[in-house]
């Protein structure tokens, strides 16, 4: 079974992504135009976004979504960072959010400060050596979705 980190643990992956055997997963992950052209599924709900799919046509129904994993399909795409700004910030979901993909250690704390908490990198990546990239940073210039402390707000401002 395929492991993942999720909230800086690794564990074993519930999600199946089509074209999986029955076994990989308990859980189906749909594409988002798949599941946004379908009726309401019973049971637990994940979805597959891609670069191309917008992410304010899935906000109506985000309160069914219990996993929206985020595709990231080549080294360099950045338009998953986007979606889960979008995702966390405006449209407000609470529930998992994956990065999944040509993803490497070196991505996970910029990944997590966007709003990610749960990490499918790359096979060739050591799960367990990358757990380390979350301590790289302990202050951050912006702010985030994430727990670091903005620099901004550890250095008091002078007095007018």
């Known amino acids: 079974m395929r492991r993942i980190i999720r909230r800086r643990e690794i564990v074993e992956d519930e999600l ?13 992950v749909q594409p988002a135009a798949q599941w ?8 637990p709900v994940a979805v597959l ?3 191309t799919d ?7 129904r985000l309160q069914d979504v219990r996993w929206i994993v985020v595709e990231f399909a080549k080294i360099g795409e950045g338009r998953g ?11 407000g979901y609470t529930h998992e959010l994956r990065a999944r993909g040509a993803l490497k250690r070196d991505q996970l704390v910029f990944l997590a400060r966007c709003g990610f908490d749960a990490f499918e990198l790359d096979p060739s990546e050591d ?8 301590d790289s940073f302990t202050v951050a210039y912006q702010d985030g979705s994430d ?10 401002t002078a007095a007018a």
């Open 36 to 43: 946004l052209a379908g009726s309401a599924a019973e049971g």
């Open 54 to 60: 917008e992410v304010e046509s899935l906000a109506q």
């Open 16 to 28: 199946r992504y089509p074209g999986e055997a029955e076994g990989a997963g308990t859980v189906l």
């Open 147 to 156: 727990s670091l402390v903005s620099l901004r707000r550890r250095i008091p």
């Open 127 to 134: 799960l367990t050596a990358a757990l380390g990239a979350f």
């Open 49 to 51: 976004l891609t670069a």
């Open 81 to 91: 960072y986007t979606q889960a700004r979008l995702l966390r910030q405006r449209a």
